[in-house]
């Protein structure tokens, strides 16, 4: 008699465990899909608000740029960054001199910035070879600002050359490079001659989640709760 009723009292813990066990696999599953389609955006966190650029000649790349008046809470913060420029129709000044910019990812650009071949210039900066004046001839290559250029380097035809092979539709994944727009926003008596440049930034934005895997997730999830419910009042 006393073997029955562990049975039975054994019997029932099983329906209750597998009906905790599937509301936590619901619940985990939940969460990651709010998640993910709450990171829709696909971009950077980048301040709206104007910030200023001070750049000096660099050696790893074409300008050393130091960001200040960056809010917090942003994926940038005031510091030095590696810069580039995209603009060859200008002269931008070196330190000590300021220049106030609105910064923009390269991943998602507006007005006229989004007509530039960003993905190229993404593929350039991930795969780099050569010396940083080689990078910066294959950057004007695709991105001049309505001015015609040709490298001089062989090393830099080299990298337009991979990256007219292979760069078309590049999107930086998290962890790479992504290039955000340093956009002058000339404020007087600041001369207008400013170059459009660039900065790298490293991607910390999570991958979305693929959206073709949220219904069957959510269907299993459901159906799983289901069965253990209907489990436990048999």
């Avoid at 073997?3 to 905790?20: D, F, I």
């Avoid at 603009?87 to 910035?113: I, Q």
């Avoid at 340093?182 to 910390?204: A, G, K, R």
């Avoid at 991958?207 to 069957?216: A, D, G, K, T, Y």
Wanted: charged share 15%; proline share 6%.
């Amino acid at each position: 008699m006393s073997v029955r009723k562990t049975r039975k009292v054994e019997m029932g813990t099983y329906p209750k465990r597998n009906l905790a066990i599937g509301f936590a696999i619901l619940m985990v599953l939940s969460s990651i899909l709010v998640s993910h389609v709450a990171a829709t955006d696909g971009g950077l966190n980048l301040p709206s608000t104007i910030v200023r650029i001070e750049v000096s000649d660099g050696t790893e790349s074409y300008f050393n740029t130091e960001l200040s008046e960056v809010p917090s809470g942003y994926d940038i913060t005031n510091g030095t960054y590696l810069g580039w420029c995209v603009d060859v129709t200008a002269e931008m000044a070196r330190s000590p001199a300021t220049h106030a910019v609105k910064l923009y990812s390269s991943c998602n650009p507006s007005g006229e910035l989004a007509g530039e071949r960003w993905d190229m210039v993404n593929y350039i900066l991930n795969h780099k070879q050569g010396s940083a004046e080689d990078i910066q001839q294959a950057i004007w290559y695709f991105v001049h600002m309505d001015s015609s250029y040709l490298p001089t380097s062989t090393v830099a035809w080299a990298i337009v050359n991979d990256t007219l092979a292979n760069g078309n539709g590049f999107v930086p994944e998290y962890g790479q490079i992504i290039a955000v727009i340093c956009y002058p926003m000339v404020l007087l008596p600041e001369p207008t001659d400013v170059q459009v440049s660039i900065i790298e930034v490293t991607n910390t934005v999570i991958p979305e989640f693929p959206s073709f895997l949220i219904l069957p997730l959510f269907m299993t999830a459901t159906l799983l709760a289901v069965l253990m419910y209907r489990r436990k009042h048999m």
